[in-house]
């Protein structure tokens, strides 16, 4: 098994730009989610999908959009990228819910200049 | 508003000797905890977990300590080794949001 990946693993991006942060997971979990890790904050959560079809907002949901149109891909969209952005991205997977151990990818860092 | 706290950005400690981390929380709904590791370049790793309704959990050289009353969770390493030098997250759960928040993270160095 893979794990969780993520694609891709540094990315520079102009203000205004759009992009998706790919991620996916080989263990037929159902939950999985998205946060940021910026300094001195902490992991906060974006946002989350409890099974395919089914998204829901996290802390931090502003300037991000999610789908889940398969139990193995969770793609993170930023619409119109912003300096404030600028964080390092980690997508987590776990079997059935929040309590169930989370296995994170290794991220994505992005530069939004 | 930082709804779990890490107040020590970071702690060093001699290889043998026990580390203690500390994590304090604001939310009474919190009512499951748990330690995550994250080595550089690498996502956070699942370490320990504790459930409100215990006071301790113990996993090997890890051992987790809850103080409901205090809003109060350490983590304990004993004994330390080199390979523990990473950054620890605390984290808490509440059953009525579905949502795990994170603390700011306390960088641990275990030294030779």
């Known amino acids: 098994n893979a794990g969780v990946t993520q694609t891709p693993k540094f990315q520079v991006l102009k203000t205004g730009q759009s992009m998706t942060l790919q991620c996916a997971q080989d263990m037929n979990h159902e939950y999985m989610s998205w946060y940021r890790q910026d300094p001195g904050m902490g992991l906060r959560l974006i946002h989350y999908s409890v099974g395919a079809g089914i998204t829901d907002q996290g802390e931090v949901p502003n300037g991000y959009n999610v789908s889940r149109s398969t139990t193995e891909d969770f793609p993170l969209r930023l619409l119109s990228a912003a300096p404030s952005q600028t964080s390092v991205y980690f997508c987590?997977?776990?079997?059935?819910?929040?309590?169930?151990?989370?296995?994170f990818g290794p991220g994505t860092r992005l530069t939004v200049l | 508003d930082q709804q779990v706290k890490q107040n020590s950005p970071s702690l060093s400690v001699q290889e043998g000797r026990i580390s203690i981390l500390n994590c304090d929380y604001t939310?009474?709904?919190?009512?499951?905890f748990l330690w995550y590791k994250k080595y550089p370049a690498e996502g956070p790793t699942f370490l320990i977990s504790?459930?409100?309704?215990?006071d301790k959990n113990e996993d090997g050289r890890f051992t987790v300590f809850l103080n409901k009353s205090a809003k109060h969770l350490s983590l304990h390493i004993v004994p330390s080794q080199p390979g523990d030098s990473a950054v620890y997250f605390c984290?808490?759960?509440?059953?009525?949001?579905?949502?795990?928040?994170f603390g700011q993270g306390t960088t641990l160095q275990v030294k030779p």
């Open positions: 984290a808490a759960i509440s059953g009525n949001t579905g949502k795990l928040i």
């Open positions: 987590a997977s776990s079997a059935s819910g929040i309590t169930d151990t989370q296995y």
């Open positions: 504790i459930s409100s309704i215990k």
């Open positions: 939310n009474s709904m919190f009512d499951y």
